[in-house]
């Protein structure tokens, strides 16, 4: 084979290989921007007739109607219990007793002082009588100048103290008899009941044990007083505090009890503020009904209030309401085109799919919403009517951007079905 022969062999081998490549990559160009002009995917959900609940969610904790500590005003030693941890107490019950000698010891003095001081009104009398026997004896003496004036003031002067001595003296018997009632008082003390009938929630003391009420009461006992009925108090965040109101119902759940739905009502939205690093909360009072007392204090409830309800109305799904259409997209300027005679376009509005697969904005006048779900008020839209929620990109992998539960993806000429021609590269 000559040389020359065998250059000719090559080039063409080169040529052939070089068209190979140009005609493919020519193919391929081509098909590429078929692709690009096929019609967009736009994955829909259905307008449908739904129930509507809008609801506001907090965390509480639960406590009882009436909680009431129960305290001595008295210091002294334990010297006896009559209740203890979930004790059932009636009003009047004797819950615990201290040691009374020493307040029995001063009872006994007050009473001997009262007495002292009730002789002392006696002879303070008696000195006022025998005073004012004087000033009779010199009223008679001295128009006969048998008295001077001077002993007849005298004994004026000596009536009138006794007087007073008198008062003195009644007056000392009231502040006996006030430390007598105080001394006893103090002596009752000793001697704790019960204020009201319930539950012992807590108990701080143990017997011999010493208490000292010199400053404040020291706390005995923490009694509930009907666990049937309890409170919920709930933190409301600030943004959602103005949805509530007092009468709505409320459901809440605890983790002691998972799977079981408790009720109540709101009874009460209080003023004050509680913010907790920055956050600022309200609290919520609930009122809940425990028969059986199956929820306890303390418990933490993850609680819903119902604000708002609508019932079978039509509805359409917040991710049509959410979507928007991409800048600059052709079939977006096709869709801003409203119907003829439709009213003018206010938000919020929806992509809705026409006859011929094409989007089209609908204008809405929507109510509640449950969170998915929106109620339409006003609007050109219907039972089963696709509204768009998401475009699929052309040629990006419609099977599996359409894989959404509750959508359909529908192309542009109306058709069922997500499917997307492949692409070569």
């Known amino acids: 084979m000559s040389p020359v022969f065998t250059t000719l062999l090559r080039w063409c081998v080169r040529g052939l290989l070089l068209a190979t490549v ?32 809008e609801k506001v969610t907090a965390t509480g904790t639960l406590q009882p109607m009436v909680t009431v ?49 009730v002789a002392g009104v006696v002879r303070a009398k008696a000195r006022l009588r025998d005073a004012g026997r004087a000033v009779d004896r010199l009223k008679q003496l001295f128009p006969q100048h048998l008295a001077t004036q001077a002993e007849y003031d005298t004994a004026l002067a000596t009536r009138d103290a006794a007087v007073a001595d008198v008062d003195a003296a009644k007056a000392d018997v009231q502040q006996a008899q006030a430390s007598l009632d105080l001394a006893q008082t103090n002596l009752d003390h000793t001697l704790i009941y019960a204020p009201v009938s319930g539950v012992v929630l807590q108990r701080s003391v143990d017997v011999g044990q010493t208490v000292a009420a010199s400053l404040s009461a ?29 009468g709505l119902d409320a ?5 002691a009890f998972s799977g079981e739905t408790f009720r109540g009502k709101v009874r009460q939205l209080r003023f004050a503020p509680q913010v907790i690093q920055n956050v600022v909360t309200y609290d919520a009072v609930v009122d809940v009904d425990n028969p059986g007392e199956k929820l306890r204090p303390g418990m933490t409830a993850t609680v819903t209030f119902e604000t708002r309800r609508a019932d079978d109305v039509l509805a359409v799904p917040n991710a049509a309401l959410r979507f928007k259409m991409p800048a600059g997209d052709g079939d977006g300027k096709k869709a801003a085109k409203t119907e003829k005679n439709e009213a003018p376009l206010q938000a919020p509005h929806v992509y809705k799919l026409d006859k011929t697969g ?21 609007g050109k839209v219907d039972v089963g009517d696709g509204v768009v929620v998401r475009k699929i990109e052309d040629g990006k992998g419609a099977a599996s951007s359409s894989a959404l539960p509750g959508t359909s993806p529908s192309n542009s000429k109306g058709g069922k079905g997500g499917k997307v021609p492949k692409r070569l590269f």
């Open 358 to 378: 094409q989007p089209k904005l609908v204008a809405l006048e929507t109510g509640i919403t449950d969170g998915r779900l929106t109620e339409i008020k006003h």
């Open 218 to 246: 020291p706390t005995l006992y923490t009694l509930a007083a009907d666990l049937e009925k309890m409170q919920l108090h709930a933190s409301v965040d600030e943004a959602d505090i103005g949805r509530l109101r007092a």
């Open 251 to 255: 459901t809440f759940t605890v983790d």
């Open 22 to 53: 140009a005609g493919g990559g020519w193919f391929g160009w081509h098909t590429w921007q078929g692709d690009r002009k096929r019609e967009a995917t736009w994955v829909t959900e259905p307008v449908q007739r739904a129930t509507l609940v």
């Open 69 to 117: 500590l129960v305290g001595s005003i008295v210091s002294g030693r334990i010297m006896k219990l009559g209740a203890d941890f979930n004790s059932r107490v009636t009003e009047g019950e004797l819950l615990a007793e201290l040691d009374p000698s020493m307040f029995r010891a001063q009872v006994l003095q007050a009473r001997a002082q009262r007495a002292a001081a």
